[in-house]
């Protein structure tokens, strides 16, 4: 999941988007996706400290592009399965924030 995290950060595609929205869905250890976030950040090098608004204000401008998202991902998604792509990428904006618990950054604190 911290892959998918870096993936959408980078690329903001609509893959990344779908993927992750479905993974936060899951039971997951939130103490070792913090811990696998904190290493991919450091080997990408993106800012631990902006990564989380800067991933919000992404996605926040992706949905304002949703059509195009959509536009791009549809034909590799069921057509019974295909979201409202500015309805899905809220939900996942309302999603990351409701995981990171109100935290400024998705990194552990040190």
Not at 1 to 7: G, H, L, N, S, V
Not at 20 to 32: G, I, S, V
Not at 69 to 82: D, E, K
Request: hydrophobic share 40%; with cysteine.
């Amino acid at each position: 999941m911290a892959r998918k995290f870096i993936a959408l950060y980078n690329r903001m595609e609509g893959k990344d988007i779908y993927d992750l929205f479905y993974c936060l869905d899951t039971d997951f250890d939130e103490e070792n996706l913090l811990k696998a976030l904190k290493l991919m950040l450091d080997f990408y090098k993106v800012n631990q400290a902006s990564f989380l608004k800067e991933l919000l204000q992404r996605l926040n401008s992706a949905g304002k592009n949703s059509y195009y998202i959509g536009n791009s991902t549809n034909h590799f998604i069921p057509r019974g399965m295909r979201p409202n792509w500015k309805v899905f990428i809220d939900t996942l904006i309302f999603k990351i924030e409701g995981a990171s618990g109100g935290r400024k950054s998705i990194t552990p604190e040190e």
